[in-house]
């Protein structure tokens, strides 16, 4: 709140001034312009820096605590994705193709190839309890094929 100069402080009219309202406005009132209003405006500017630092804290802890649906789904996404780059660095698929970006998608497109055919079925089967022990024993991913 706006404190002119020559007004008593909050604390002191709360407990000097009680139920005296008008009394305050005329003390207030009768200030000297010109000796208060380089006071005044350094007062008001100090109010509008504590205002735009209120509003930045306010909009900061918004933005940590949001929780729209297009965000929420973004951190599953982007879980995921984490997930299977972890995969894909465990199998070892990177070092063995020297971090070829296109041969390592071409693996990827050829495994698709793969399960869209008939035998996709049979192929999940075969590969499940391979996947399950490698993440048993990461020294099987070396003796896989």
């Known amino acids: ?10 604390r002191a009219v709360t407990q000097q001034y009680k139920r005296h309202g008008e009394k305050l406005a005329r003390r207030c009132l009768s200030a000297k312009p010109e ?9 008001a500017l100090h109010q509008l ?3 735009k630092a209120a509003r930045y804290r306010l909009i900061a802890s918004h933005t940590r605590h949001d929780t729209h649906d297009w965000q929420a789904k973004r951190r ?16 070892g698929l990177i070092d063995l193709t020297e971090r070829d ?17 008939e035998d996709k ?18 020294s099987l991913i070396n003796d896989l094929h």
């Open 1 to 10: 709140m706006f404190w002119p100069v020559r007004c008593c402080p909050p």
């Open 35 to 43: 000796a208060t209003n380089a006071e005044r405006l350094r007062q």
């Open 49 to 51: 820096w504590r205002l």
């Open 76 to 91: 599953d996404r982007t879980g995921q994705l984490i997930e299977l780059a972890r995969l894909i660095a465990r199998s």
């Open 101 to 117: 970006r296109a041969v390592i998608f071409g693996t990827f497109a050829e495994v698709i190839s793969k399960l869209r055919g």
């Open 121 to 138: 079925e049979s192929l999940l089967r075969l590969w499940r309890p391979l996947g399950k022990r490698a993440f048993e024993d990461d």
